[in-house]
């Protein structure tokens, strides 16, 4: 129940911006969340291109825990 639900986060971007873009009718009438999101995804793309967030947007997979000390000198370099 307290377990984490890791999910992708470009899969998630993708999903913003299909709906942000969404047309229907063929393209001639705009969907009901059309522009909706145009600011949060310019912040988005900001924030994911910025390599202060790499530890939260770019985890690192690591194949042993076996100390705590070798965590953190991976996450820190």
Same mark, same amino acid.
């Given at each position: 129940?307290?377990?984490?639900?890791?999910?992708?986060?470009?899969?998630?971007?993708?999903?913003?911006?299909?709906?942000?873009?969404?047309?229907?009718?063929?393209?001639?009438?705009?969907?009901?969340?059309?522009? &909706?999101?145009? !600011? *949060?995804?310019?912040?988005? /793309?900001?924030?994911? =291109?910025? &390599?202060?967030? !790499? *530890?939260?947007?770019?985890? /690192?997979?690591?194949? =042993?825990? &076996?100390?705590?000390?070798?965590?953190?000198?991976?996450?820190?370099?």
């Amino acid at each position: 129940m307290d377990s984490p639900v890791y999910f992708s986060i470009e899969e998630l971007y993708q999903r913003f911006k299909k709906a942000n873009e969404e047309k229907l009718e063929f393209g001639k009438a705009k969907g009901p969340l059309h522009g &909706a999101f145009d !600011d *949060f995804l310019v912040r988005f /793309q900001s924030m994911y =291109n910025d &390599a202060r967030y !790499d *530890f939260f947007l770019h985890p /690192q997979k690591h194949n =042993n825990s &076996a100390s705590l000390e070798g965590l953190c000198v991976i996450s820190l370099a």
